[in-house]
């Protein structure tokens, strides 16, 4: 092993805790950037690609795609990323940049997609990282690294789910789910003229969802309200994963209204009214470059930034605890020790 070989955090196996593991750093391609990691954030991603839900991980496994680092090192082609550049990379690393949809400039729904993740070969709770350049992007120097890492996939997970639907008289939206993503939707469909009403299960979440500019709260667990709000929204917007009591929630949506799945939920569901009231169910994925770029800039502007509780990268695994138990108040930011501290 080389004085050059990195240190990061590997599952050996499905749904193993991650141990740390040495390997030598990845080649860079003509494109590529290496990118020292100062911060990763905790996605339930990560957790999903531990425990293969997606039926594509390969193992050993290093998570972590919510990344901020400085550039080390740059390939011969780098598109203005230079040496010592702050920059944040999220889930899309390595688009392969010659299908369809790549061509059209969507990367994000790259035809290659499970090879385009920035965890490949290995992600970001380590110490170091290769992507194309292309998706590294330079951080406005008054945005925290914290802040940033967030935003680098949470962030732009709602936004691009936001942003086709903003600019209509004060669209009304019901948002499932005050959580990593949830807390974070809120904010930017203030920014974007939304009538927002966040819609969780705890009620305790209430006094937060307003302070983060909800509009209105209901408890997805009081049927009244529920019933109340019958043919009340325009869109719904789903953060939430697992089960979802998706029979009162569809009937909050007005006639054509449209269902936007932005997590990774579990859907069944009675057809009945998904047929009979014309509704739509879309998935929003992520966001190409520019919309990215967007995201950042508007997240400035705006003030908009998530709540993170800061944790070191040798404590992932009590992080990834904390995530599964649902503690985490809302998004844990991992800082990697060896790197802040050279």
């Given amino acids: 092993m080389s004085d ?12 193993q805790p991650l141990e740390p593991i040495n390997y030598e750093p ?16 905790l996605c339930y991603t990560d957790i999903q690609g531990i425990e293969d839900y997606y039926g594509i991980t390969d193992y050993p496994f290093v998570p972590g ?6 550039v080390s090192e740059t390939g011969k082609n780098t598109f203005g990323i230079k040496m010592g550049d702050r920059v944040g990379v999220g889930w899309l690393g390595r688009p392969c940049m010659r299908c ?10 790259c035809l290659h ?46 936004y691009s789910s936001l942003r086709p639907y903003a600019g209509r008289p004060a669209p009304k939206i019901g948002i499932i789910g005050v959580g990593g993503l949830g807390h974070l ?14 819609m969780s299960s705890s009620e305790e979440k209430k ?40 029979e009162p929630l569809l009937e909050t949506l007005k006639k054509r209204g449209t269902l936007i799945l932005a997590g990774f939920p579990k859907l069944a569901l009675n057809t ?18 520019a919309t990215t770029r967007e995201m950042l800039s508007f997240a400035r502007e705006h003030g908009i930034k998530p709540w993170v509780e800061l944790m070191p990268m040798s404590q992932i695994n009590e992080a990834i605890q904390r995530l599964k138990q649902n503690k985490a108040r809302y998004r844990i930011v991992l800082f990697n020790e060896q790197v802040e501290n050279k």
Wanted: hydrophobic residues 45%.
């Fill in 113 to 158: 997609v499970v090879k385009a993740g920035t965890w490949v070969p290995y992600g970001g709770f380590s110490s170091s990282v290769v992507v194309d350049s292309r998706f590294a992007y330079p951080l406005p120097e008054a945005m925290s690294s914290e802040v940033a890492a967030v935003l680098m996939c949470a962030g732009i997970t709602v």
């Fill in 272 to 289: 009945t009214d998904l047929v009979a009231h014309e509704l739509s169910i879309t998935g929003s994925f992520l966001g190409n470059r």
């Fill in 4 to 15: 050059s070989a990195i240190l990061g955090y590997a599952a050996r196996a499905a749904g």
């Fill in 26 to 41: 990845p080649e860079l391609g003509e494109n590529d950037v290496r990118v020292s990691v100062t911060h990763c954030g």
């Fill in 100 to 109: 369809e949809w790549c061509l059209k400039g969507q990367e994000q729904l």
């Fill in 185 to 198: 939707a809120i904010q930017f469909a203030h920014a974007l003229g939304f009538e927002v009403t966040a």
């Fill in 207 to 246: 006094e937060q969802a307003l302070a983060f500019g909800a509009d209105h709260f209901i408890s997805s667990q009081d049927r009244s309200a529920l019933a109340q709000a019958e043919f009340g929204f325009d869109l719904l917007l789903c953060t939430a994963h697992g089960d979802v009591r998706w």
């Fill in 65 to 70: 795609h919510e990344i901020v680092g400085r």
